[in-house]
Structure formats: C-alpha cells, structure tokens
C-alpha cells in the first residue's frame, strides 16, 4: 500500500485526486489551507492524515512535510487569476510544488505529479531567463516586477511549472518519474469564479470534445502517471482538456458549449 502526499487536496481537482486514489488503496495524505475541506476528506475516509498547511509560506512547508517518505507527490495546489494578488500566485502555483518536492524525500520507483494549466501550455514562454532558478533568493521581488498581473502571473506560474517538471524529471530519473497533467476547463469551484474572465467564456465555448471536463477526469489522468503502467512515462505533459489545445494550435473550429470553469 503506497503513501501519496496530496496538496490543494480540500477541493476542487485535489478533493477528487485524493478521493479516487483512497478508493485504490493508496494511503493519501492532504495539505492544503483549508481545514474544513480537509476535515470532510478525512471523515469520508480519504485521508489518513490532514496538514493544515500555509504553501505560500516556505517554513511552514519544511516544518509539516520535511523528511517524510512518500511513494508518489502529486502537487494540485493552485490559485487563478482572480486572486489578485500576483506574488501570492507565483507562490502557490510554482513555488510551492518545488519547496514542497525539495522538503519530501520520494522513495526510489516513486512519482512526482505537476498539475499544471492549459494557459501554460499555450504561453508565449516569456521571461525564460527569469525562471530558470525559482528557487534562488529574490526571485519573486524580480518575477512580480515583470510579471505583477495576476491574469500573467497565473498564466506564466503554469509555464514555469511545466518547464521545472521537465527539469525534475531529467534530474531525478531513474530513481523518481516526474511528469505533469495539464487540465483545460473544469468544473470545479474554482472555475465558476473565472468565468469572470472573457477568456475563460471563450475557452468553454470552444472544447472539441462539447463539453466541460470533469475532476475525476484529471484524478484519473494523476493516478495513471503514478501507476506501474506509467513506469516508461517520463517528463511528459499529460494534457486532459478535450481537444481544446489542439483546437488552439489548429485553428478548427468546433460547437459551443457553456458553463462553470476552471483552466488548470
């Protein structure tokens, strides 16, 4: 039985992750802010330990998971770009997946899972030189200065993740698999907040496969890359977004569809 540490686990995409992977067996473990989310996970039988944890603040990362041993990481936190605050959506959408990768210590055969965005995948990679070390001292003072518009900083935090993944993967194999899952629009709490944006509208209109996407579908694509299926699976982007990508690299159009959102 495999120990997997969740974060972002008390809703949303990280709810259905941790849910799907208890049902399996594993032995999930949810950090996230949010103690009455987590605490509903854990009543349900999901979790078998919840850290109420800050991902924003480094310290309280090293001092909830430091150490640990874990079979697979799989990082689901997130914030969009209606946070608002662009400092705190660098922090939690790519700083956080690597403090909290850089605190645990992944057993050799395990797995580290990014979810990242489909913004991410689509991005003009801009300010490449920027994120080549995230974790050095300044980078966020230097990465606000550039990038201090939530609707960028979100979109740019995706790509950073993505490129990082790449870099652990190539960094950590043989011994841990790295790989990311790049949701498009679901339905989740969160999306119907974006739907706010005009891009987030656009982009639901604009799904090949007619509908929105679904929680378990991305916890399902998760549990794939953690499983001995995957084991020749490494550094890639698992894109779960019904064609939407495709769509946007091809230019073909498809039928309109509408609802609550979330990308990434």
Known sequence: ???VLVTGAASGMGAATARLLAAGGHRVVGID????????????????EALVVDLADPAAITAAVGGREVD??????????????????????LLAPLRVAAAVSVRAGGSIVNV?????????????????????EGFLDEVV?????????????????LCETERM??????????????????????????????WTRKAADRIPAGRLGRADEVARAVRFLISPDASYVVGSRLVVDGGYVARQRTRTPSAPISGAVEVG
């Open 116 to 136: 990242a965005s489909i913004t991410g995948e689509l991005a003009v990679a801009r300010h490449a030189d920027l994120l080549e070390d995230p974790l050095r």
């Open 169 to 198: 993967a190539v960094r950590l194999a043989p011994q841990v698999r790295v790989n990311a899952v790049s949701p498009g629009v679901v339905e989740t709490p969160m999306g119907e907040r974006s739907m706010q944006f005009d």
């Open 72 to 93: 697979a990481l799989v990082n689901v936190a997130g914030l969009g770009p209606d946070a608002q605050n662009a400092r705190l959506i660098w922090s939690v959408n």
């Open 145 to 161: 200065a550039v990038a201090g518009e939530p609707a960028e900083a979100y979109t740019h935090s995706k790509w950073g993740l």
């Open 1 to 3: 039985m495999s120990h």
């Open 33 to 48: 802010v949010d103690a009455d989310g987590l605490g509903r996970l854990a009543a349900d039988g999901s979790l078998v």
